[in-house]
């Protein structure tokens, strides 16, 4: 079963940054945080993770609180194109497990 | 990071036929995974596949299920008699490299008549 807590959906203004927070209170040590969105059915496609320490990519940064209870994903300049479900996962092993996600609309 | 690509994009079949849908990796992985999503509901894990063999499935991979990589490169998943709610996207998935990051393909959207 899905270990996160997202909120179901959030709106955010084209050019502004999008923060997505995620609470994982349980995580065991040896979970990664991985960040995942899925535009219209499309196959879901890999943003981010993260173990401890934050994160920076091409596409967004990933603030992992210090205790590793919650994270925030940050997309620094949404666009129309961002507008997708965004999945926060805790993953060790195996399979990922969706949880329900944030729906975020990203208004021009 | 290369992904992999899903035949086909769309398939309609009639209720009790079989269906196989194919998973062909860019280059040569081990590793893959298939998930279902019923529409309008979660992504869900199927069953995951390492040097031919099946390493972990959930109980919705049931005796009507199947996956095998015939030729060394495609990868495929087989429902032996579908049934009407086996309808949904049926995604395949590839681990990345020295990673346990999971890359996923466009789908293949299931319709069982």
């Known amino acids: 079963d899905a270990k996160t807590t997202q909120p179901t959906s959030m709106d955010c203004a084209e050019g502004r940054a999008a923060n997505l927070p995620c609470n994982h209170s349980?995580?065991?040590?040896?979970?990664?945080v991985y960040w995942y969105r899925q535009i219209h059915s499309q196959g879901p496609q890999y943003i981010i993770h993260?173990?401890?320490n934050n994160e920076t990519n091409e596409m967004a940064s990933l603030i992992i609180t210090e205790d590793r209870k919650s994270s925030t994903l940050i997309l620094p300049h949404a666009t129309l194109r961002d507008t997708a479900v965004y999945y926060c996962?805790?993953?060790?092993?195996?399979?990922?497990?969706f949880g329900t996600g944030t729906s975020l609309t990203v208004i021009p | 990071e290369p992904e992999v690509t899903q035949t086909p994009s769309h398939q309609v079949t009639q209720m009790g036929q079989e269906v196989i849908l194919r998973c062909v990796p860019i280059?040569?992985?081990?590793?893959f995974y298939w998930y279902r999503q019923i529409l309008g509901q979660k992504v869900e894990f199927l069953v995951s596949?390492?040097?031919?063999?099946?390493?972990?499935k959930s109980e919705i991979f049931d005796d009507q299920f199947s996956v095998e990589r015939p030729d060394g490169s495609n990868f495929t998943l087989k429902i032996r008699s579908t049934k009407l709610e086996d309808s949904a996207m049926y995604f395949c998935?590839?681990?990345?490299?020295?990673?346990?990051?999971?890359?996923f393909g466009p789908g293949t959207r299931l319709l069982v008549l």
């Open positions: 996962i805790v993953h060790a092993g195996n399979q990922f497990y």
């Open positions: 349980t995580i065991s040590g040896n979970e990664y």
């Open positions: 993260g173990l401890k």
């Open positions: 280059s040569n992985h081990l590793y």
């Open positions: 596949f390492y040097n031919n063999e099946i390493s972990e």
């Open positions: 998935a590839r681990q990345g490299e020295g990673a346990e990051t999971q890359y």
